[in-house]
């Protein structure tokens, strides 16, 4: 009988394991009128073993769970994907990503791409980071944010996380787009147009205000309205404060005073 693990109590009230093995030893006439038994202490390594199997099923449940795409390669080819990653790519299962016999660069819409983590990963000792764009199994293409570092432990191999950043992609370019428009509608108005901070200051002017105030649009900015405008600014700066101290627009008031020009 071998492996079985009974539990007993140690003199110091703590619960151990052992293994216990037992044989039995034949007399002259071929009965087995005796035993041999063998007893081990196990209870660390069982421990031991119990906590590897509890760290290797959290990790599987945050590896399969994760919201960001999770991956394991060589240099060349892909070993292990998260079903994350499979479904952003356009699989029906990390199974079939990791058979799909490509090379794992060309997944990337751009290879050198994935050059260049490598290089930059083997001279690292923790995760470099680029954005890239990738392409799916049905080719169409996407953004992404990757990090990558090398697995020291395995010769070859690198691992990281890939999130799907397209829609973040899309909002920075209509963002760009509304301030490009913005900025041309403020540069070119026929009105002066200013944006002023709480400390009174100029953050921007267009150029037919600067034209009204008699000054260059660099000698505005930073500058407060007094200093740019010392005549007006007691007409100007309690309209200013009212303005920021109740959220409520002034429109149409008509101020009298001089300009710098």
Same mark, same amino acid.
């Given at each position: ?38 007893? &081990? !202490?196990? %209870? $660390? +390594?069982?421990?031991? *073993?119990?906590? =590897?199997?509890?760290? #290797?099923?959290?990790?599987? /449940?945050? @590896? ?98 890939? &999130? !799907?950043? %397209? $829609? +973040?992609?899309?909002? *920075?370019?209509? =963002?760009?787009?509304? #301030?490009?428009?913005?900025? /041309?509608? @403020? ?75």
């Amino acid at each position: 009988v071998q492996n079985v693990h009974p539990a007993l109590l140690s003199p110091e009230g703590q619960r151990r394991l052992l293994r216990v093995s037992i044989a039995p030893i034949p007399d002259r006439l071929g009965r087995m009128s005796r035993v041999v038994a063998r007893l &081990e !202490d196990v %209870t $660390e +390594r069982v421990e031991a *073993e119990r906590a =590897l199997r509890k760290s #290797e099923e959290n990790f599987r /449940s945050i @590896f399969e769970n994760a919201p960001v795409g999770i991956y394991q390669s060589n240099f060349t080819r892909l070993l292990s994907v998260n079903p994350t990653l499979a479904r952003m790519f356009g699989y029906d299962s990390p199974a079939e990503m990791v058979a799909s016999s490509l090379e794992a660069e060309s997944f990337f819409v751009r290879r050198e791409q994935r050059a260049g983590l490598l290089r930059r990963a083997l001279e690292s000792d923790s995760f470099v980071q680029d954005e890239v764009e990738y392409r799916r199994k049905d080719g169409s293409t996407f953004f992404a944010s990757v990090r990558m570092r090398l697995v020291r432990e395995v010769a070859g191999s690198v691992e990281g996380f890939i &999130e !799907d950043i %397209t $829609e +973040r992609k899309r909002l *920075e370019a209509e =963002l760009a787009l509304r #301030e490009q428009r913005l900025n /041309s509608f @403020f540069n070119n108005a026929t009105a002066g147009l200013c944006i002023i901070d709480a400390d009174l200051r100029y953050v921007q002017v267009n150029e037919m205000l600067a034209k009204l105030n008699g000054l260059p649009v660099d000698e505005h900015t930073g500058k407060t309205v007094r200093e740019v405008l010392p005549k007006l600014a007691p007409v100007l700066e309690p309209i200013l404060r009212r303005v920021l101290d109740s959220g409520e627009p002034v429109l149409n008031r008509e101020v009298h005073g001089a300009t710098t020009g």
